[in-house]
């Protein structure tokens, strides 16, 4: 099973930012999706998670209204549209795919891609 995160970089504060995560290995829709991040210094924390149908979504409430995660089965890519990005949402955004379904606890996510940083500059 592979996870590929893709789309970080520098962005203003303000703007907008499409994060990508491709998997390959595993029957996609079968597995919830999720977003978690880790900023430096500080541990790992959810994000975002998407059902693996799409029907069902959650967010960490500094996020919410501002970032938008969705999926495209046919693809087998999930993905984390942020806008209004804040300084505070500096990290590194990791995708993950569980069967537990779209979980927060970053311990019931099976795999995990590799990371892409985020920089919002302000």
Aim: hydrophobic share 35%.
């Amino acid at each position: 099973v592979q996870l590929q995160a893709s789309g970080g970089g520098l962005v203003q504060a303000g703007g907008s930012l499409r994060l990508s995560c491709e998997a390959s290995g595993l029957t996609f829709s079968r597995y919830a999706m999720g977003w978690l991040r880790q900023a430096p210094g500080k541990e790992r924390v959810f994000v975002a998670t998407i059902s693996g149908t799409g029907r069902s979504t959650d967010y960490t409430d500094s996020v919410k209204g501002r970032f938008t995660i969705s999926r495209d089965n046919a693809k087998n890519t999930a993905y984390l549209q942020m806008s209004s990005p804040e300084a505070e949402d500096t990290a590194v955004y990791y995708c993950a795919a569980s069967r537990a379904g779209p979980v927060k606890y970053f311990g019931l996510y099976e795999y995990w891609g590799q990371g892409t940083l985020v920089t919002v500059s302000s």
